[in-house]
């Protein structure tokens, strides 16, 4: 596309005009999509609200737990959002997030809250998944288009978007206190209206833009870097602080300003940005030629493609038929090289993938059903409500520096060390057994510990996979097993968090409940107190946590020769190839002889 600026502007104010072109760029988008994800990480925080609804609907351990395993599956259950995206604008897909996210949890505010007759568990179930869904629709809408939009950095883009994500339930929380105080129900009033009214709020600025080539892009986005760690930063010393010194709802105030303030930094960097753009664009309206200005050109086509056009041209004039590719079927069990595009069928029955699911359901299984239960587990323990909102803040903060982490600093040791992603999964897990450790046998003061190693292990998997699963099986059907891979974690969290916690809470407290001579009643909650509530639970996790980091060294033996090579060898020859084209291009067009 060639834009060509005319000489002589008209009167129109500077700051109007830098308005325009801050609305109107690729850098906006990114901010919006910065808040877009700071408020959609409710799933992260169903250990604040979890026990409100088991007191308000009467519901024991096992039940919680199932609601619990609807909303992992809810939130990872992506391919209806993402089939939506392939034929409709980014718009349409946020539109439909925010219907389902408020939909969905205005039902659990309304049950819980008892301003409807109390619904049946299925329809517990379906409100939660349905609000839960909504996260995937966010994503697809929000996330993949700013990677679209940027190319050429997508692995920055997704570790610093995910990486909101894992902060908003610390984020979240902060606003929820000083709206509410300490008022728990109106938390889930709070994470049906606030997501979806920004989704409202800036549904059109989501767009699919065309890409400009920009030598400064990855430098733009480690400011974002600097600023989204400087908000982790300041949640964690509020986090600290607010264990030593009682906040009241001024100070909540004041915390919850300077969240915003911090959200909307990033601003002030688009504007910046535009601001350059803008006025190099001044600059040229003062020459009086007509200035061409290059925003992206046609990607050169490929020998071997022209090569392959013409040899079908002449194979059909010579009367002979082109050979058809054989059917996925019959090449599923005939993988390539690791590195090379696989098809669906070939990865989905790979000795690979299955390693890696196994891994992930005990790893992901076992963070995730800490996670949830965190509410019941500080409460069993002696933990004040408080000290159980301070949980929830420790595990979105460590969510987000292990996933930002595990990115880019997996990525360093990568190509310095040729340290193989999945040595560090393996690691990982090995880390996370500490944490469950510390649940199983009630270290004083451990559940804060806890809280760090988990929420961090259980970010740092999730990143790893991601980026695992794209090298080994490659990019070109990415996103289908970028979904298949996410199915690790309903799945971990059915085994572990219903079949396994629920169930032996529920064990316990009635043994407890039978100990004091009563008798359940009916729907009666079910309330157990002491180390034994979770205790076998979380030795039966971490067992289960120890058998993935083993199986997952299988993966690191498999893989040791093809992480020893240059596993981005094709990708950086493809980028020197489009540059010397592109250089070539840029000398005929100066060249005066052209």
């Known amino acids: 596309m060639v834009f060509t600026v005319i000489s002589n502007t008209d009167g129109g104010s500077k700051a109007f005009m830098l308005a325009a072109q801050v609305l109107k760029g690729r850098w906006f988008v990114v901010f919006v999509s910065f808040l877009i994800m700071a408020a959609s990480g409710a799933t992260y925080m169903f250990g604040l609200y979890s026990d409100d609804i088991k007191s308000a609907l009467a519901y024991d351990q096992t039940t919680l737990n199932h609601l619990s395993f609807f909303k992992d599956l809810g939130a990872n259950l992506g391919v209806i959002s993402g089939l939506i995206n392939e034929v409709s604008p980014p718009w349409v897909v946020l539109v439909i997030g925010a219907i389902l996210n408020f939909f969905g949890y205005f039902m659990i505010w309304l049950a819980v809250t008892k301003k409807i007759p109390t619904p049946k568990v299925w329809h517990m179930y379906s409100y939660i998944f349905i609000g839960a869904n909504s996260q995937s629709f966010t994503n697809t809408g929000a996330l993949v288009t700013v990677v679209k939009n940027f190319p050429e950095s997508r692995g920055v883009v997704l570790g610093i978007q995910k990486g909101y994500v894992g902060l908003s339930g610390a984020i979240i929380t902060q606003l ?156 599923a069990f005939r993988p390539p090289e690791r590195g090379e595009d696989y098809t669906i069928l070939q990865a989905l029955f790979s000795l690979d993938m299955l390693i890696l699911f196994i891994a992930s359901i005990c790893g992901v299984g076992g963070t995730l059903a800490a996670i949830d239960n965190l509410g019941q587990i500080g409460s069993s323990l002696g933990y004040p409500k408080k000290s159980i909102s301070t949980f929830v803040s420790l595990v979105s903060i460590w969510n987000y520096l292990g996933r930002v982490s595990s990115g880019f600093g997996s ?184």
């Open 176 to 331: 929820y206190h000083a709206l509410y105080g300490n008022d728990s129900n109106s938390l889930i009033l709070l994470i049906a209206w606030l997501p979806a009214a920004i989704d409202f709020g800036f549904v059109r600025t989501i767009r699919i833009m065309e890409v400009v080539r920009n030598p400064n892009e990855l430098k733009v986005f480690y400011k974002f870097l600097y600023i989204s760690l400087g908000l982790a930063t300041f949640l964690m010393i509020v986090i600290i602080m607010e264990v030593n010194i009682k906040f009241t709802r001024p100070a909540f105030g004041c915390s919850a300003a300077m969240v915003i303030f911090l959200l909307f930094l990033p601003l002030m960097v688009v504007v910046l940005e535009e601001y350059k753009l803008l006025k190099s664009k001044l600059v040229a309206i003062k020459n009086p030629n007509l200035i061409e200005i290059i925003t992206s050109q046609e990607k050169p086509k490929s020998p071997n493609s022209q090569k392959t056009k013409t040899l079908s041209h002449n194979e059909k004039s010579s009367g002979f038929e082109v050979e058809k590719e054989p059917s996925c079927w019959k090449t």
């Open 411 to 594: 990525e360093i040791v990568l190509a310095k060390y040729k340290f193989p992603r999945p040595l560090m999964l393996s690691l990982v897990l090995l880390l996370s057994c500490v944490g469950h450790l510390l649940i199983a046998f009630n270290i004083p003061g451990g559940l804060y510990v806890a809280s760090v190693i988990i929420g961090f292990c259980f970010g740092a998997q999730w990143s790893l996979l991601f980026a695992i699963i794209s090298e080994i099986f490659g990019l070109k059907y990415y996103s289908t097993l970028y979904n298949f891979g996410a199915v690790a974690s309903p799945v971990g969290s059915y085994l572990l968090n219903v079949r396994v916690a629920g169930y032996l809470y529920d064990r316990e407290a009635n043994k407890q409940m039978e100990a004091l001579g009563h008798t359940r009643k009916g729907n009666e909650d079910l309330d157990c107190k002491g180390v034994e509530c979770f205790k076998l639970s979380f030795v039966i996790i971490t067992i289960a946590t120890l058998f993935g980091a083993m199986v997952s060294l299988l993966l690191v033996i498999r893989t040791r020769k093809f992480y020893k090579g240059d596993i981005y060898k094709k990708f950086q020859d493809g980028g020197k190839l489009a540059r010397e084209t592109e250089m070539a291009s840029n000398s005929r067009a100066t060249d005066p002889r052209q």
